[in-house]
């Protein structure tokens, strides 16, 4: 089962422009992460972010995220036409000792040039 | 550093076989997590090693299996192999098991059934 789900399903978008994708999950968790994908290839590490905090920042990135509402959000600041890929978030789960890393369905972010 | 290598990149199998992919994960790395990714059911978590031990196993039936070896190479198996098997096999390593560290993916194998 999936833990994660991204909204939206796809997101197309003109350069220079903001994306937001959000990512809402069902149980309590220590981590969530964010990845990107090129269509065919393996997944790219973007930003972990731990459940006592609240916003991270990278470059251009700017993830969210609140325990209460159990969402998180990924912001795309200026974005170029190398950000068209696949967006997922990624949680583990708070209550089992090995916990596996679950990945959402994903966003598919199109930039137009 | 050398990233996640997977071999093969492409593999095309027929029904009843079986399959052995090979992942190499990135040196100091001991963990070392397999995904299926397809279309219709996206990534699905296979199982998950560290230091040669399973530490977690997802909703796939006995035909899926994996090792991991002293030097935290691993090769995960599928045997009888089924068209719904048809599928992009993705590995990733990381530093420590579960979610706490970033995971690092290979490019995987797409690997066909007919």
């Known amino acids: 089962s999936q833990q994660g789900e991204e909204d939206p399903q796809a997101l197309s978008i003109q350069e220079g422009e903001n994306a937001t994708m959000n990512c809402s999950y069902k149980t309590s968790i220590n981590n969530l992460q964010w990845y990107r994908q090129n269509s065919g290839r393996g997944l790219v590490h973007l930003i972990l972010?731990?459940?006592?905090?609240r916003e991270k920042h990278s470059g251009r990135l700017r993830v969210t995220l609140d325990t209460s509402k159990k969402s998180s959000s990924l912001l795309i600041t200026a974005s170029r036409a190398a950000d068209t890929a696949s967006y997922f978030c990624?949680?583990?789960?708070?209550?089992?000792?090995?916990?596996?890393?679950?990945f959402g369905p994903g966003t598919s972010l199109s930039v137009i040039p | 550093k050398a990233g996640v290598t997977q071999t093969p990149r492409y593999l095309i199998k027929t029904r009843g076989q079986q399959v052995t992919l090979s992942c190499s994960p990135i040196s100091g790395h001991r963990s070392v997590s397999w995904y299926q990714q397809t279309p219709g059911q996206g990534l699905q978590f296979l199982f998950e090693y560290f230091s040669e031990t399973q530490r977690n196993k997802g909703n796939f039936p006995g035909r899926f299996s994996g090792r991991q070896f002293s030097n935290s190479r691993s090769e995960m198996n599928v045997s009888t192999l089924e068209l719904g098997d048809s599928a992009l096999y993705l590995c990733a390593s990381s530093l420590v098991s579960g979610g706490g560290s970033p995971l690092h993916f290979g490019n995987g194998t797409r690997l066909t059934v007919t």
């Open positions: 972010i731990r459940s006592n905090e």
């Open positions: 990624a949680t583990d789960a708070q209550k089992t000792s090995y916990d596996k890393v679950i």
